[in-house]
């Protein structure tokens, strides 16, 4: 059932304009890519005896509902969110005099002003706007979710304690959006090809330009002004580092200066065009020549991603790719990166496989059309320098598919 579609009055946009098409931009049915991302939100709400969810994560409102606003600043500032019941109108509240930015979204049934009450935006009436906030959830579950049960992925403190008191619980979505976000469409396939096409670019260009004098912060942002200048978002982290800050691993990218012969490693972590995540790692050197220390090192990291990707397959369990993975020895093993293995799609996402002594996710399978990345960090305890690398898979019929086509190093 559909319903009639409100919003609020059209403010006239510019026309005219010249736009330069964004990569795959004509492979790509932006109808059948939303209409199966919402399908997939409603269908997992559904397998939880779950009527409705409220989404303020704008990760999760661009999976249920391509729609876009702000995105970074919304992730710390709850203005602005969706509400998304299995039967019922889909309804985006939007930042103040923003309405017109997601007209164009047919998915979307009603868009009303986001209700804000948080206190930069609203100081001393914070409390007044919460209660505003509270009377609406409230007006929404008489028709749409009269069990008073609501998933919420992103929420403060005192608005739980106030739905509480009004009767309502709140159960965490997240579950709901990383299993619906799991198996990706043919079409989110070739959104996420277009992001890997735009960071390998960025890797391409990084590469090239890379030179003794010039500091960690300069090459870092050739990704990001490839990336911008081809349509993508952002830039989930900023770990690039080189030399001795290589080892150990997770250093943030600095002012410093690199030197002839130096390591340097990095992680794209890279959301690029339609929102969706490049998510690989390579490792050079300074000079592009590497000593028989740094060939060693980058010769374990390539065995780790080709032995444990060869595991990998349809309906493999996450309990056995564990107990069969590649062996890190022990001298490196304190090193380790935080996981083996994880979900990719519009970020990093379920699962995350950890080493064996970390516990975590081991209940789930592998299955047919996840997309996932495949992790090394090699350091020894002690060492100089460490070697990062990381491939990104499609999980096809008969193992994996690399989607990630930047050559590795001939060492």
Known sequence: ???????????????????????????????????????????ELEKNNLEACILFDPVNVRYALDTVNMSVYNMHNLTRYCFVPVNGPTILFEYFNCEILSKHLDLIDEIRPAITWDYFSNGDQANTQLEKWINEVYDLSKNYFKSKKIAIDVLNGPAVTALNKKGIE???????????????????????????????????????????????????????????????????????????????????????????????????????????CADISRTF?????????????????????NYNSALIKDGLSFKE??????????????????????????????????????????????????????????????????????????VGQNGLELMSHHPLEDI
């Open 170 to 276: 709140v159960v965490d979505a997240k579950l709901i959006l990383e299993q619906a976000r799991v198996i990706k469409s043919p079409d989110e396939l070739i959104c996420m090809k277009a992001a890997i096409e735009v960071a390998e670019e960025g890797v391409s260009k990084m590469r090239s330009e890379l030179k003794a004098g010039m500091t960690e912060d300069e090459l870092w942002s050739i990704l990001h002004k490839t990336n911008i200048a081809n349509g993508g978002e952002w830039i989930e982290c900023r770990i690039l580092s080189s030399g001795e800050r290589t080892n150990p691993w997770m250093q943030e990218s600095s002012n410093k200066v690199m030197q002839q012969g130096e390591i340097v490693a990095f992680d794209t972590d890279m959301v690029g065009p339609y929102g969706y």
């Open 321 to 394: 790719f564990v107990e069969k993975s590649w062996v890190l020895p022990e001298e490196y093993y304190p090193n380790r990166y935080s996981v083996m293995v994880h979900g990719i799609g519009l970020c990093d996402e379920w699962p995350a496989i950890r080493y064996p002594s970390d516990g975590g996710e081991q209940g789930g399978i592998f299955k047919e059309n996840m997309t996932i990345s495949v992790e090394s960090y090699i350091g020894k305890v002690g060492g100089k320098e460490g070697v990062k690398l990381e491939q990104q898979y499609l």
């Open 1 to 43: 059932m559909r319903f009639k579609r409100k919003i609020a009055p059209d403010f006239k946009p510019r026309q005219n304009f010249i736009t330069k098409k964004r990569f795959r931009e004509d492979e790509i049915n932006f109808n059948h890519l939303r209409s199966y991302r919402l399908d997939r939100v409603k269908k």
């Open 285 to 305: 050197v300074v000079g592009h020549k590497f000593n028989d220390e740094q060939k060693n090192l980058y010769s374990m990291a390539v065995d780790q991603i």
